[in-house]
């Protein structure tokens, strides 16, 4: 069955510190997207970046980067010379034409940078 | 800019109040869906829509309705509130397929 894991409930670093998060996903289908959404304090909820199960090209944007690897079902999201306006909830999601593509969501990681 | 809004931010009714929660997205978004969102239990479906009059269960419809009489705006209803309901609600909406959901501030809703 589809699922999202995101096994760091809670990481907490000194801002500059480089963050990895991890997101471990698990699909029947061949054609699937997988998606990261931040949630700051306010509570609106953030689309960062959405990956295709064929391109498994990392991504870079700024300080962000992302590492899709389809060989041990994980996308994973690093965070470099995090600052304390990273501190967020992060959630991985997944979506696959098998189920209509509707979101699995993770449980989402409490990502805490300390100044 | 995608753009969704939500009628309220916070919200305090009454249990056995009819409630309603507005979303507007003016992104001509085909689709759009309504979560909660709860401490240890994450981000639930409630319902989506994948066009105008259309709607879809989620996997936690029970005691909520939705209409969607115009592509941009989807109606949340809760026929009569139950302290159970007490929750944070988020409304989405996206293009078709595998497309980005986009979301709206959240309404924190109180049943008391």
């Known amino acids: 069955a589809q699922k999202v894991t995101q096994a760091q409930t809670e990481i907490s670093v000194v801002e500059k510190e480089d963050v990895t998060l991890d997101c471990v996903y698990e699909t029947r289908d061949t054609t699937y997207y997988l998606f990261w959404y931040k949630q700051p304090p306010s509570g609106e909820l953030v689309f960062l970046i959405r990956r295709n199960s064929f391109d498994e090209q990392n991504e870079i944007s700024g300080r962000y980067s992302w590492n899709f690897q389809k060989s041990t079902s994980s996308f994973n999201f690093t965070i470099t010379a995090s600052q304390v306006v990273d501190s967020a909830v992060y959630f991985c999601a997944l979506s696959e034409a098998l189920s209509n593509y509707q979101l699995i969501w993770g449980a989402g990681t409490k990502l805490i940078i300390k100044p | 800019d995608v753009k969704v809004t939500q009628s309220s931010r916070y919200l305090v009714k009454r249990t056995g109040e009819k409630v309603f929660l507005e979303c507007v997205q003016d992104?001509?978004?085909?689709?759009m869906f309504w979560y909660r969102q709860d401490p240890g239990l994450g981000l639930r479906l409630i319902y989506f829509?994948?066009?105008?009059?259309?709607?879809e269960k989620g996997d936690i419809p029970e005691g909520y309705s939705v209409s969607r009489e115009k592509k941009e705006r989807f109606s949340l209803i809760l026929e009569s509130a139950s302290t159970n309901q007490t929750s944070m609600y988020l409304c989405a909406s996206s293009l078709p397929l595998a497309g980005e959901q986009y979301f709206g501030p959240g309404t924190r809703l109180t049943v008391t």
């Open positions: 829509s994948y066009d105008v009059k259309m709607k």
């Open positions: 992104m001509d978004h085909e689709n």
